[in-house]
C-alpha cells in the first residue's frame, strides 16, 4: 500500500508537476535531495527497497525519514499555492487567513479590510458558509476595533444563519438521494419519506421569490426537481425540465468557475435523459458538449467527469453500434484516471457483458460479468444491485450450461433468501422459479401467463438489467 506521500504524487498532474518544480526549487534550493527523492519516488517500481534508495540519496534512515515529511509539506503547499485563486472559495478563504495574520500582528483596520474583501467575494459567489466564518471573525475582531458595526453584522449573521440552514437541510436530503441512486441504480428503492420531505421543500422554496433570486437556490431548487422526475422516471418531463434549466442558467450567464460542478452535472441529466427517450445523436451531441466543458477552468474537473462521459457514449453505441460501443470500454479500461475507482470497473466489466449478450457471444459475455462478482467491490454494492447482477448472470449461463445455471439459482437462494422475501423482490423471485421449472421442464403455461401480468415490458427493461418480460417470451 502507497504512502501518504507516494499516494499524492501519484495524483499529480503534469501541470502540478511542473509547478512543483519551480516551487521547491524556491523554496528549498539549497538541497538537491529533494528534487532527486520526487523523481524517484514519482518514477518508482513497485518492489523498490528502501535501501537502494537510501543509497541513491546518500543519506541514512533517520535523514530519509526527514526528507519525505518536508517533501510531503512542500507538496501541499504547493498545491494550495497552485489553486487557492482558481476558485471564488478559496479565494475568499485566503483574503480570512491574511486578516487573520495581520490581526495577530495588530494591524486590526489591515484585518478588518481583509475580512470585507472576504466578505465581497463569497456575497458574489454565495459562499455562505464562508460568509458564516467571516462574519464570526468580524464579531471577534469587533472586541478590539470598536470602529465596526456590531449591529449590522449581527443581523447579517442571522439572515446568512437562515439561509444556510435552508441549504443545509435540503443537501441532507439530497445527500441521502443521491447516494441511493448511485449504490442501487434504480434497482431498489430510496425511503418514500425521503422523497415527500424533498416535495414538501421544492414546493417552499417555489413560493419564495428572495430565495429563487438567488443562483445557488436556483440550482439547488434545479437538483431537488430532478431527482423527484428520475425517482417517478418520468425521463420525458425530465428532458423538457432539465434542457430548460441549462438554456436559462446560461442566458441568465448563472455558471462560473464555482458552480462549474453543477454546469456539468446538468449536461450529464441532458445526455442521459435523451439516451433514456431513444434520442441517441442528441445524447451524443451533448457528451461532445460536455467534453467541451469538462476542459474549460484549466480543465479542473475533466478527470472527475470523464468517466461519465465514457458512461453516455458506451450507452447510446451500445445500442445504435456495438464495436464502437466495446472500443470505448476498451478506452476507459486503459485510463489511468478510471483504472483507480473500482466501482467504474464494475461499470465495464457489466456494460462488456451485456453487449457481448446482445451479439450471442455468452461465453465472452459470461466472463466478463463472473470477472464483476469476483471483485471485491462488488459486496459495496447495494444489496439489491447485487442480486440483479447474479440473476442476470443466471440468464446469460443458462445459454451457456444449464446444469450450472441451477447451481447458481440455487447459491443465490441460499445467500440471499432474506431479501428474495421481501416484497420489493417478489418479481425476483418469482423469474427464478419460472427458470428453475423451465430447467426441470414443467409446465409453465399458466406461471409465465401471471408473471407476464405483472408489469409491461417496458416497465421490465427498465427495472431489470436484462429484461425478464423479454427473456421470459424468448424462452418460455
Same mark, same amino acid.
Request: charged letters at 30%; aromatic letters at 14%; proline letters at 0%.
Given at each position: 500500500?502507497?504512502?501518504?506521500?507516494?499516494?499524492?504524487?501519484?495524483?499529480?498532474?503534469?501541470?502540478?508537476?511542473?509547478?512543483?518544480?519551480?516551487?521547491?526549487?524556491?523554496?528549498?534550493?539549497?538541497?538537491?535531495?529533494?528534487?532527486?527523492?520526487?523523481?524517484? @519516488?514519482? *518514477?518508482?517500481?513497485? &518492489?523498490? %527497497? =528502501? +535501501?537502494?534508495?537510501?543509497?541513491?540519496? !546518500?543519506? #541514512?534512515?533517520?535523514?530519509?525519514?526527514?526528507?519525505?515529511?518536508?517533501?510531503?509539506?512542500?507538496?501541499?503547499?504547493?498545491?494550495?499555492?497552485?489553486?487557492?485563486?482558481?476558485?471564488?472559495?478559496?479565494?475568499?478563504?485566503?483574503?480570512?487567513?491574511?486578516?487573520?495574520?495581520?490581526?495577530?500582528?495588530?494591524?486590526?483596520?489591515?484585518?478588518?479590510?481583509?475580512?470585507?474583501?472576504?466578505?465581497?467575494?463569497?456575497?458574489?459567489?454565495?459562499?455562505?458558509?464562508?460568509?458564516?466564518?467571516?462574519?464570526?471573525?468580524?464579531?471577534?475582531?469587533?472586541?478590539?476595533?470598536?470602529?465596526?458595526?456590531?449591529?449590522?453584522?449581527?443581523?447579517?449573521?442571522?439572515?446568512?444563519?437562515?439561509?444556510?440552514?435552508?441549504?443545509?437541510?435540503?443537501?441532507?436530503? @439530497?445527500? *441521502?438521494?443521491?447516494? &441511493?441512486? %448511485? =449504490? +442501487?441504480?434504480?434497482?431498489?428503492?430510496? !425511503?418514500? #419519506?425521503?422523497?415527500?420531505?424533498?416535495?414538501?421543500?421544492?414546493?417552499?422554496?417555489?413560493?419564495?421569490?428572495?430565495?429563487?433570486?438567488?443562483?445557488?437556490?436556483?440550482?439547488?431548487?434545479?437538483?431537488?426537481?430532478?431527482?423527484?422526475?428520475?425517482?417517478?422516471?418520468?425521463?420525458?418531463?425530465?428532458?423538457?425540465?432539465?434542457?430548460?434549466?441549462?438554456?436559462?442558467?446560461?442566458?441568465?450567464?448563472?455558471?462560473?468557475?464555482?458552480?462549474?460542478?453543477?454546469?456539468?452535472?446538468?449536461?450529464?441529466?441532458?445526455?442521459?435523459?435523451?439516451?433514456?427517450?431513444?434520442?441517441?445523436?442528441?445524447?451524443?451531441?451533448?457528451?461532445?458538449?460536455?467534453?467541451?466543458?469538462?476542459?474549460?477552468?484549466?480543465?479542473?474537473?475533466?478527470?472527475?467527469?470523464?468517466?461519465?462521459?465514457?458512461?453516455?457514449?458506451?450507452?447510446?453505441?451500445?445500442?445504435?453500434?456495438?464495436?464502437?460501443?466495446?472500443?470505448?470500454?476498451?478506452?476507459?479500461?486503459?485510463?489511468?484516471?478510471?483504472?483507480?475507482?473500482?466501482?467504474?470497473?464494475?461499470?465495464?466489466?457489466?456494460?462488456?457483458?451485456?453487449?457481448?449478450?446482445?451479439?450471442?457471444?455468452?461465453?465472452?459475455?459470461?466472463?466478463?460479468?463472473?470477472?464483476?462478482?469476483?471483485?471485491?467491490?462488488?459486496?459495496?454494492?447495494?444489496?439489491?444491485?447485487?442480486?440483479?447482477?447474479?440473476?442476470?448472470?443466471?440468464?446469460?449461463?443458462?445459454?451457456?450450461?444449464?446444469?450450472?445455471?441451477?447451481?447458481?439459482?440455487?447459491?443465490?437462494?441460499?445467500?440471499?433468501?432474506?431479501?428474495?422475501?421481501?416484497?420489493?423482490?417478489?418479481?425476483?423471485?418469482?423469474?427464478?422459479?419460472?427458470?428453475?421449472?423451465?430447467?426441470?421442464?414443467?409446465?409453465?403455461?399458466?406461471?409465465?401467463?401471471?408473471?407476464?401480468?405483472?408489469?409491461?415490458?417496458?416497465?421490465?427493461?427498465?427495472?431489470?438489467?436484462?429484461?425478464?418480460?423479454?427473456?421470459?417470451?424468448?424462452?418460455?
Amino acid at each position: 500500500m502507497n504512502s501518504r506521500l507516494e499516494t499524492v504524487i501519484d495524483s499529480l498532474s503534469k501541470e502540478e508537476v511542473r509547478f512543483f518544480k519551480l516551487f521547491l526549487n524556491r523554496t528549498v534550493s539549497a538541497s538537491r535531495k529533494d528534487v532527486n527523492l520526487f523523481d524517484f @519516488l514519482r *518514477k518508482r517500481k513497485r &518492489d523498490y %527497497k =528502501t +535501501k537502494d534508495l537510501l543509497k541513491k540519496l !546518500n543519506t #541514512s534512515a533517520g535523514n530519509y525519514y526527514t526528507l519525505k515529511n518536508r517533501l510531503y509539506h512542500e507538496l501541499n503547499n504547493s498545491m494550495v499555492w497552485q489553486h487557492i485563486w482558481k476558485d471564488q472559495q478559496s479565494k475568499s478563504f485566503s483574503f480570512v487567513l491574511l486578516s487573520r495574520i495581520y490581526k495577530n500582528k495588530g494591524e486590526l483596520e489591515l484585518s478588518f479590510n481583509y475580512l470585507k474583501k472576504a466578505e465581497k467575494e463569497a456575497l458574489d459567489s454565495d459562499l455562505y458558509e464562508i460568509l458564516s466564518i467571516i462574519y464570526s471573525e468580524v464579531l471577534h475582531l469587533s472586541h478590539e476595533l470598536i470602529s465596526i458595526d456590531v449591529d449590522y453584522y449581527i443581523e447579517q449573521k442571522r439572515k446568512n444563519i437562515k439561509t444556510l440552514s435552508e441549504i443545509d437541510e435540503i443537501d441532507l436530503l @439530497l445527500t *441521502k438521494i443521491m447516494y &441511493d441512486v %448511485k =449504490t +442501487k441504480q434504480n434497482f431498489s428503492n430510496s !425511503n418514500i #419519506s425521503i422523497f415527500k420531505l424533498l416535495k414538501s421543500k421544492y414546493n417552499k422554496i417555489s413560493r419564495d421569490n428572495n430565495l429563487l433570486k438567488n443562483s445557488r437556490f436556483r440550482i439547488k431548487l434545479f437538483n431537488m426537481y430532478s431527482r423527484l422526475l428520475l425517482n417517478k422516471r418520468d425521463y420525458n418531463s425530465l428532458e423538457i425540465f432539465v434542457i430548460k434549466s441549462y438554456d436559462e442558467f446560461e442566458i441568465d450567464k448563472l455558471f462560473d468557475r464555482y458552480n462549474h460542478n453543477d454546469k456539468l452535472t446538468m449536461l450529464t441529466y441532458i445526455a442521459n435523459c435523451l439516451f433514456k427517450t431513444n434520442k441517441y445523436n442528441q445524447s451524443l451531441r451533448y457528451a461532445e458538449i460536455l467534453l467541451k466543458n469538462m476542459c474549460e477552468y484549466d480543465s479542473f474537473l475533466y478527470d472527475k467527469y470523464l468517466f461519465y462521459y465514457y458512461n453516455i457514449l458506451v450507452q447510446n453505441y451500445s445500442i445504435t453500434d456495438k464495436d464502437k460501443a466495446l472500443d470505448y470500454l476498451d478506452k476507459a479500461s486503459k485510463n489511468e484516471v478510471i483504472k483507480k475507482i473500482p466501482a467504474y470497473n464494475s461499470f465495464i466489466y457489466l456494460n462488456r457483458s451485456l453487449i457481448f449478450y446482445d451479439l450471442d457471444d455468452f461465453k465472452r459475455s459470461k466472463q466478463n460479468i463472473s470477472r464483476l462478482i469476483m471483485q471485491e467491490d462488488f459486496l459495496f454494492l447495494d444489496k439489491s444491485f447485487q442480486l440483479k447482477i447474479l440473476i442476470t448472470s443466471v440468464i446469460i449461463i443458462y445459454n451457456i450450461s444449464k446444469k450450472h445455471a441451477k447451481e447458481k439459482i440455487n447459491e443465490i437462494k441460499n445467500n440471499y433468501n432474506t431479501l428474495l422475501k421481501t416484497e420489493n423482490h417478489y418479481r425476483d423471485t418469482m423469474f427464478l422459479e419460472l427458470i428453475s421449472k423451465k430447467l426441470s421442464a414443467s409446465d409453465l403455461v399458466k406461471d409465465k401467463d401471471i408473471f407476464l401480468s405483472n408489469i409491461t415490458d417496458e416497465e421490465s427493461k427498465e427495472l431489470d438489467i436484462i429484461g425478464y418480460n423479454s427473456w421470459v417470451k424468448e424462452y418460455i
